[in-house]
């Protein structure tokens, strides 16, 4: 269902009101630096689709690149949500790293969709660690735990447990972290960690967890298919997800 461009299940009960979601990375193709397609995922966590973004300079988008992302994103979420009777207020920006484009440029997107956009970063490298520690004895830390800094708008998920060797009796593999930082828009970082923690467990293709937020994990495996030569380029906004 999922490679047809559907959902079988979709998560209720997010807390910070997105109407949508939109994760971009970047790629390095025979010596290219190249937008991944970016993925936007209404705010019921659904996917709707991706599309083919043009090269780049350096490792950020450029303004044009960044415009046509995010326009033709928004533009598939806005027709998605109208066809449900709903309107389109807020979008989240979820960035695979460092933003490092203008974002500027998101002011020009917002005024034109009558929208507000949240940008955010999901960092997944940094050798991130939760514990516990009780009575002097510290134990990993159980998925879904987080703490964070709302004067520095950045916190950490756990977003899977460590992996135990019942044989071994002992930790196997190290439990899948990220650390989310809010560059742009105003949002509750407890409420926020609890969305991000969230869209990590909505995985349409099975009943996996992801290490990091969906339209993070798809924007990821977008990239690196696009760096195999393995990717069928969309003409356009694409529901096709034969990437997955």
């Known amino acids: 269902l999922g490679k047809l461009g559907g959902a079988a299940f979709s998560i209720d009960g997010f807390s910070c009101g997105f109407d949508g979601f939109i994760g ?3 790629t390095r193709k025979f010596g290219i630096n190249r ?3 970016s993925v936007a995922i209404d705010g019921k966590g659904v996917m709707i689709g991706w599309q083919q973004t043009p090269p780049m300079t350096g490792e950020k988008f450029t303004r044009e690149g960044l415009r046509t992302v ?5 533009d598939e979420i806005v027709t998605h949500r109208k066809d449900q009777g709903l309107e389109t207020k807020n979008i989240c920006l979820l ?4 933003f490092y484009e203008d974002l500027t440029v998101l002011r020009d997107i917002e005024q034109e969709f009558g929208v507000t956009i949240c940008a955010i970063e999901i960092r ?3 050798a991130f660690r939760l514990a516990l520690r009780n009575n002097g004895q510290y134990s990993a830390g159980m998925n879904g735990m987080a703490f964070w800094s709302d004067e520095e708008n950045r916190g950490w998920v756990q977003a899977t447990k460590a992996r135990y060797d019942n044989k071994l009796e002992k930790d196997a593999g190290s439990a899948n972290l ?3 930082h809010v560059r742009r828009g105003q949002v509750p970082m407890k409420e ?4 991000m923690f969230w869209l990590t467990n909505l995985h349409v293709g099975t009943n996996m967890q992801l290490g990091v937020p969906a339209p993070i994990h798809y924007a990821d495996r977008i990239a690196e298919h696009d760096r195999l030569g393995v990717l069928n380029h969309p003409d356009g906004f694409s529901k096709r997800l034969d990437f997955i």
């Open 178 to 180: 990220f650390q989310v």
């Open 35 to 37: 937008g991944a397609s």
């Open 192 to 195: 926020l960690l609890h969305d």
């Open 95 to 98: 960035r695979d790293g460092v």
């Open 70 to 74: 995010m326009s033709d994103a928004i």
């Open 124 to 126: 997944k490298s940094g």
């Open 24 to 26: 971009i990375d970047v």
